[in-house]
């Protein structure tokens, strides 16, 4: 009996439906500034309450374990943008521009017929508000923009738009929604992209007080004690009286309490703009075919080790928030520890719609994860800072991540490198290692020796793969 290639076909898909490739998806992608992988109450901050993201969690999925390749805001967003590396795209400090020769998912997803729109902030070559190739709607502002009252350029119109930021970027971001979606015939790209929470951090008026009774208290990394410095590199007790250390605090602009008590405040705001975003899908009911991304640029650190700010590969530095959501695709409240990375962003939207990736995209789609968690997938990353002429209190670092281990090594400075067993330590106050790299042996605690060896061999080999030509490598192994 003759059977048609059609029939085979979707017997096929029947037997394997991980193997039939879902239709292109609506994409809505969501930025935020600045936010910690812990600042959401799903993830058991001890009193920040976010109602909107906790509902998307259980209705979506929540990679535990994710994290930037380069924590620094610019940066990290040209590799969201590429799905490469800081030492490919070149975008490594604040200022620099994202080069329009570089491919990146907006571009591809206009390509491939996509309604496409940004809202927000850029903060790619701050010195211009200009639109950006990749979007039929443009609505953002110079650099770093302000919390109220913004210049926005508005697909070439520059105008002051009243009001706090994070609500002005959600009416912008609802009103394009509403009129994208009643072309049932083109796929959107929606990428809207928050200015909170970034430092000083203003939270909207509503909000002000909402933080004024809460009880907290300091991380144990942050004292200021020979026993808490223990075998830390230099820099890191020397930056906490600078700039971006607990006892300067930006130029003693503000102190710790209100440092964190405004930092959560303002995030009450990207709370309720997500809430009002998935409300508009839900009403036009297109939330359960949608594929919904919520992360942050980096993390940020509350004064762990002495530090304010970004840049170090501490974790509360290098983890970010991320979740997914699309009922049709995804069980709801699914929580995955695959090593994910901003990286990663880029391909898995471009599979969402069904477009191709790039050759020479450096990251790997996550978005059949959720569906097939058995999926080989990387065991260790890359991570890579290069230091800044604006803000040298933080070296070049270059480190390894697995599910269990760290490695940071410094270059352009003569300290102590850092290892660290996460499972005993996930605060990271125990350098296994005790002696600067430029004495040899480095003297390794016990038991953690072959660790060592093993952590420099796979740092060595990352940056071989990916072609970090920048900084003097160890190719040694001694």
């Given amino acids: 009996m003759k059977v048609s290639r059609t029939l085979i076909l979707a017997l096929l898909v029947l037997a394997f439906p991980a193997l039939s490739v879902a239709a292109p998806r609506n994409v809505v992608f969501i930025l935020v500034d600045d936010m910690r992988f812990d600042s959401m109450s799903n993830a058991g901050h001890p009193f920040l309450e976010t109602p909107a993201l906790d509902r998307l969690a259980a209705r979506g999925v929540k990679f535990r374990n ?103 970027i959600t009416r912008l ?58 075998r830390k590199p230099r820099w890191v007790r020397e930056q906490r009286d600078s700039w971006h250390g607990v006892n300067d605090m930006y130029f003693k602009r503000t102190h710790f309490d209100k440092f964190i008590r405004d930092f959560n405040a303002a995030m009450l705001a990207v709370d309720e703009s997500v809430g009002t975003l998935v409300a508009l899908l839900e009403e036009l009911e297109l939330f359960d075919s949608t594929v919904v991304i919520f992360t942050s640029d980096n993390g940020f650190l509350h004064g762990e080790h002495g530090l304010i700010d970004k840049r170090s590969m501490y974790e509360e530095s290098i983890r970010v928030p991320l979740l997914m959501s699309c009922p049709e695709l995804f069980e709801g409240g699914a929580a995955l520890d695959h090593l994910v990375l901003n990286v990663d962003i880029a391909p898995t939207i471009i599979e969402a719609a069904g477009a191709e990736v790039p050759g020479g995209v450096q990251g790997e789609s996550f978005f059949q994860l959720p569906t097939r968690p058995d999926l080989p997938w990387r065991r260790s990353f890359l991570y890579e800072y290069f230091w800044e002429r604006a803000y040298p209190e933080t070296p070049t670092v270059f480190g390894v991540r697995t599910d269990r281990f760290k490695y940071m090594e410094y270059h352009g400075v003569w300290d102590t490198n850092e290892l660290y067993d996460l499972q005993a330590d996930p605060r990271e106050m125990r350098n296994l290692l005790s002696t600067p790299r430029r004495k040899r042996p480095v003297a390794v605690d016990e038991g953690y020796e072959e660790t060592y060896k093993k952590l420099r061999r796979e740092l060595n080999r990352l940056r071989k793969k990916y072609g970090v030509l920048i900084g003097q490598p160890d190719w040694s192994e001694d």
């Fill in 173 to 230: 971001s609802t009103e394009w929604l509403r009129k994208a979606a009643g072309d049932r015939n083109k796929r959107f790209l929606l990428y809207m992209s928050h200015k909170a929470v970034h430092d000083p951090f203003t939270p909207a008026p509503r909000h002000a007080d909402a933080m004024a009774n809460v009880e907290f208290e300091p991380p144990a990394s942050m004292a200021d004690t020979p026993d808490n410095y223990h």
């Fill in 66 to 168: 994710a994290f930037v390749t380069t924590s620094l805001c610019s940066p990290s967003r040209a590799t969201i943008l590429t799905g490469l590396y800081a030492h490919r795209h070149r975008i490594l400090d604040n200022s620099t521009r994202l080069s329009e020769s570089i491919p990146t998912f907006p571009t591809i997803l206009k390509k491939a017929g996509y309604q496409t729109a940004f809202v927000g902030k850029w903060h790619m070559g701050g010195s211009s508000d200009d639109p950006r190739p990749g979007f039929d709607y443009w609505a953002s502002f110079k650099g770093q923009g302000k919390y109220f009252d913004n210049d926005f350029n508005i697909n070439g119109e520059r105008k002051k738009v009243e009001g706090y930021v994070s609500d002005v």
